[in-house]
C-alpha cells in the first residue's frame, strides 16, 4: 500500500467512496495490468492523483474536495461514461485549482484524457451570464469543443449537476446566477444531447433557486396527491396489463410516470392552467421488446381507450434530432380523464434517459469509443447548425439569442413536394421552412402551397404537411414576417436582408438630405475631404457611409453635421461654399406652384417643389411622385419641366434631355395637406370578402380610392389593383404594411 492509498484509507472517516470506486481500488491493487484492466487502472490511477492533489482543498460545503469529483466520476460512470471520461471527471479540477499542467497529464494518462481535461478547464472558465460579448464567444468555444469531441460536453454535465446538487453552501446572488445558467444553457444542452435524467434534475435544481415559492407549493401539491394518483393509474395499468398479455405481447414494463417539478410548473405557465389541470394528466410508460410490439401495444391502447384526435406522434418512425424515439400517444381514459402513453423497446428508453451517452454503452461495444463529429455527422445536425450560425452571425446579440432560442425548441416534422423530411422548431411557419431550404427561396417566397393549397405565410406547420413554397423574383421579404417566425436561420436572414436593404436606402436618403444643403457639387466636393471623415468619427460612425445612412434614417440630423461643418469652415477656413444656407429652409415657400397644371397630367396641385420657381411644371404621371421621395426635374419641350422620382426608369431613358435638380419643400405649408395619386396591385388569396376589408381599411384612414379593379384566375391568387391619394411616403409606406399585415395578402406593390 502506496502513501496515497494510506492516506485515503486514513480520511475514510470523513470521505465515503461509492462502492463502485473501492471495488475499482480493491482490483487495481490485487491483479496485474491486463488489457481488461486498462479502464480500471486508468480510473484508479486519476482518482489516486486527484486525490493527492486536491489534498488539503475544501468545499464551501466543508467536505474535503476530492468529494466533488469523485460525485462527478461516479455520474459520469452512471452515465455510462467510458474510462477516458471518468478519468477526466476525476480530474476535471486538478488544472485549474493546483499546480499540475496538462502536459503532466498528458504524460501519466495519455492525450485523449488531457484533451478532455483541458477543454472542460476552458469551459469552466467561460461565464455563460456575462455581458452578451462575452458570452457570444464563451459559446462559439463551447461550441467548437462539443464538436471536437461531445465528451467534454458531457462532464461538464455532471460538473454542473454535482455543482447544483451542492448549491445550498453558496451566497444567494451566486445560487441565482449559477441557477439562471444551468436553465438557460446547460439544462437545455442536456436536452439536445437527449440526457433526460440530467436534464430534469438539472431544471428541478435550478427552479428550486429560482422561483423557490412556486417549487415548495409544486412539491407539496405532488406529494398531496401522489397516493390518490396512483391508485388511479393503477386500474389503468392492470387492465392494459391484462389486454397486453392475451396478445402476447411481452411487456418489460409498464407504469406510471411521474413528472418532474419544473415540467409541471412551466406546462403551467406556458398554457396558463391550474396545477390540476396539468397534473391530472396522467402518464403511463409501456417498454417491450421490438419494435414491432410496440405498434401492436399502441392498436391494444387505442382499442382499450378513445384516442384525443392529433395527439398520436410516431417519434420511431420520424425520430427527433436528439435521437429520441418513442410512440406517443393521448387516450380518455378512466372517468374521462386523459392519459398520455408512451410506448418503446428498451434501447429507445436507455436513450431517452441517457441519451448520446447511451450510444457510449449500447452501440460502441470492442475499442475505443472516441465519440466524436465525424462519426456521428448526420446525427448531430443541430450541433453543425449552431457552429454555422456562429460563423455566420457576427453580432453578439443576434447569436446569444439563437443558441438559447434554439437549444430550447421542439420540433415538428413537414415534407418537401419530394418527400423529404424536414425538422422545424414547433410553430415553425412556412417562412421558417423556406428559409429552412434556402436563403434565397425566403427572399424571393411570394406563396405557399400546404397539402396543395394555397395557404397564408404564417400559418403554423403541422406534423406531416407537404409544403410548398412558390417563390419570385419580384418578392422580398417583409418585415412583419419578424411577428410570426420562430426559427433563427428565418429570423437573422431576415433582418440580414433589411439591414442590407435599408441600409441603401437610409444611405441614399441621407445623401439627398446633405446634397439638398449643400447642392450637388458642393456635396461631391466634400464626400472626397478629409473634413467628412473626420466629422464622421467625431460622431461616431467609423466610414462616412454609415454617417449617411445614419442621417438617412434619422440618427443624426442635417443641422448636427452642418454645425460641425461650419465649425470646420471657421477654423480651416475651407472652401465649401453653400448653395443653400440652412437658414433658407426655413424662409417662405416659392411663390409660383398655384399657377401652372397641364390638366392631362396627374394632378400635383400646390405641390410645394422647390427649383421650379416661375417655371411652368408638372409631376410625371408614369411613376407620380410623393412628398418625401427623392426627385429630379426633366425638362421637356412642350410641358415644361415633368417631375419624376429620382429612380423612375424613364429619367435613365431619356439621357438627352436636361435635368434639374429639384426637391420638396417641408410639408405643411398653410395647414393645407395636398394628396397625389399612387397606383398599388396587391395579390390576395381569393376569399371572399377580402376587396371589401382593404377598402374598409383605407377608408378608416380617410384614405381616398379613385380606382379600383379585381381580377381573378383559376388557381392562381386573386390581384387587386387601386389607386389611392396619399400625402406623402410615409403615408404610403404606412399603408403598405397596414394592407401586408391583413391575413391572406400575398403580396403588395407599387406600381410604376
Ligand atoms: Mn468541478
Not at 137 to 157: G, P, S, T
Amino acid at each position: 500500500m502506496n502513501a496515497t492509498a494510506a492516506a485515503i484509507s486514513k480520511s475514510k472517516a470523513s470521505l465515503e467512496l461509492p462502492d463502485w470506486l473501492e471495488e475499482c481500488l480493491k482490483a487495481s491493487d490485487t491483479t496485474k495490468t491486463t488489457s481488461d484492466n486498462n479502464d480500471n487502472c486508468l480510473i484508479c490511477s486519476a482518482f489516486k492523483f486527484a486525490y493527492q492533489l486536491h489534498e488539503g482543498q475544501y468545499r464551501k460545503s466543508g467536505e474535503p474536495y476530492i468529494a466533488h469529483p469523485i460525485a462527478v466520476a461516479t455520474l459520469l460512470r452512471d452515465l455510462g461514461g467510458d474510462g477516458p471520461t471518468i478519468a477526466a471527471g476525476f480530474l476535471h479540477d486538478v488544472v485549474e485549482d493546483t499546480d499540475i499542467t496538462s502536459e503532466q497529464i498528458e504524460e501519466k494518462f495519455g492525450q485523449e484524457v488531457r484533451l478532455l481535461v483541458e477543454a472542460v478547464t476552458k469551459l469552466s472558465k467561460f461565464n455563460f451570464s456575462s455581458k452578451t460579448e462575452r458570452q457570444a464567444e464563451n459559446f462559439r468555444r463551447m461550441f467548437m469543443a462539443m464538436a471536437q469531441d461531445i465528451r467534454v460536453i458531457v462532464v461538464k454535465l455532471a460538473d454542473r449537476l454535482h455543482n447544483m446538487r451542492t448549491l445550498q453552501y453558496l451566497k444567494p446572488e451566486k445560487q441565482r446566477e449559477i441557477a439562471l445558467e444551468t436553465r438557460e444553457i446547460f439544462a437545455p444542452l442536456a436536452n439536445r444531447l437527449g440526457i433526460w435524467r440530467v436534464k430534469w434534475e438539472l431544471e428541478d435544481l435550478a427552479f428550486k433557486y429560482l422561483e423557490p415559492e412556486a417549487f415548495r407549493d409544486i412539491k407539496e401539491l405532488v406529494a398531496d396527491r401522489r397516493a390518490d394518483r396512483e391508485a388511479r393509474i393503477n386500474q389503468v395499468v392492470d387492465l392494459l396489463q391484462k389486454r397486453l398479455s392475451q396478445l402476447s405481447i411481452n411487456v418489460l414494463e409498464l407504469k406510471g410516470r411521474p413528472k418532474h417539478l419544473y415540467g409541471i410548473y412551466h406546462k403551467m405557465q406556458r398554457q396558463h392552467k391550474q396545477f390540476n389541470e396539468i397534473y391530472d394528466i396522467a402518464a403511463l410508460r409501456i417498454i417491450v421488446e421490438t419494435n414491432d410490439e410496440c405498434y401492436r401495444a399502441l392498436a391494444v391502447v387505442h382499442d382499450a381507450f378513445k384516442p384525443i384526435p392529433g395527439r398520436f406522434k410516431d417519434y420511431i418512425g420520424l425520430p427527433k434530432p436528439n435521437l429520441y424515439q418513442s410512440l406517443h400517444t393521448s387516450v380518455v381514459a378512466l372517468n374521462g380523464r386523459p392519459l398520455e402513453i408512451q410506448i418503446r423497446t428498451l434501447e429507445m428508453h436507455q436513450i431517452a434517459e441517457y441519451g448520446i451517452a447511451a450510444h457510449w454503452k449500447y452501440k460502441e461495444t470492442g475499442g475505443s469509443s472516441n465519440f466524436n463529429m465525424k462519426s456521428n455527422d448526420e446525427k448531430f445536425t443541430w450541433l453543425r447548425q449552431l457552429l454555422e450560425w456562429q460563423k455566420e452571425l457576427k453580432d453578439a446579440d443576434e447569436y446569444v439569442e439563437v443558441l438559447k432560442n434554439n437549444l430550447f425548441e421542439d420540433d415538428v416534422y413537414v415534407f418537401t413536394p419530394h418527400g423529404d423530411v424536414i425538422p422545424l422548431a414547433a410553430g415553425s411557419t412556412p417562412v421558417d421552412f423556406a428559409y429552412h431550404i434556402h436563403t434565397e427561396v425566403g427572399n424571393q417566397m411570394k406563396g405557399v402551397r400546404i397539402n396543395d393549397r394555397w395557404s397564408v405565410v404564417d400559418k403554423p406547420l403541422q406534423n406531416g404537411d407537404i409544403v410548398e413554397i412558390i417563390t419570385s423574383k419580384n418578392s422580398h421579404p417583409s418585415l412583419d414576417w419578424l411577428n410570426f417566425v420562430v426559427t433563427p436561420t428565418a429570423r437573422t436572414r431576415i433582418r440580414q436582408w433589411y439591414k442590407r436593404s435599408h441600409y441603401e436606402e437610409n444611405l441614399a436618403r441621407g445623401q439627398k438630405l446633405l446634397e439638398k444643403e449643400l447642392g450637388k457639387s458642393g456635396l461631391e466636393a466634400l464626400l472626397k475631404s478629409e473634413q467628412m471623415q473626420s466629422i464622421a468619427v467625431r460622431c461616431n460612425y467609423q466610414k462616412v457611409e454609415d454617417l449617411l445612412a445614419a442621417l438617412g434614417y434619422g440618427e443624426v440630423t442635417l443641422n448636427q453635421i452642418v454645425n460641425k461643418l461650419r465649425e470646420d469652415i471657421k477654423a480651416k477656413q475651407t472652401e465649401i461654399t453653400f448653395t443653400n444656407s440652412i437658414e433658407s429652409e426655413v424662409l417662405s415657400p416659392p411663390q409660383s406652384q398655384t399657377r401652372n397644371h397641364p390638366s392631362e397630367a396627374p394632378s400635383c396641385a400646390n405641390s410645394p417643389i422647390a427649383g421650379v420657381e416661375g417655371m411652368l411644371y408638372h409631376c410625371a404621371g408614369c411613376c407620380k411622385p410623393l412628398p418625401g421621395e427623392p426627385i429630379i426635374g426633366v425638362v421637356t419641350v412642350s410641358k415644361g419641366i415633368s417631375i419624376h422620382r429620382q429612380e423612375c426608369p424613364n429619367v435613365e431613358n431619356n439621357p438627352g434631355k436636361p435635368l434639374i435638380p429639384v426637391s420638396w419643400n417641408p410639408v405643411n405649408q398653410n395647414g393645407r395637406s395636398s394628396t397625389y395619386p399612387v397606383d398599388l396591385q396587391i395579390e390576395v388569396l381569393d376569399r371572399v370578402g377580402i376587396f371589401k376589408d382593404i377598402l374598409g381599411r383605407l377608408s378608416d384612414r380617410n384614405i381616398n380610392v379613385s380606382n379600383a379593379s379585381v381580377k381573378t384566375s383559376f388557381s392562381k391568387p386573386a390581384v387587386i389593383s387601386l389607386t389611392v391619394d396619399l400625402r406623402d411616403r410615409q403615408q404610403l409606406d404606412y399603408i403598405m404594411n397596414q394592407i401586408r399585415n391583413m391575413s391572406d395578402i400575398l403580396n403588395i406593390r407599387r406600381v410604376n
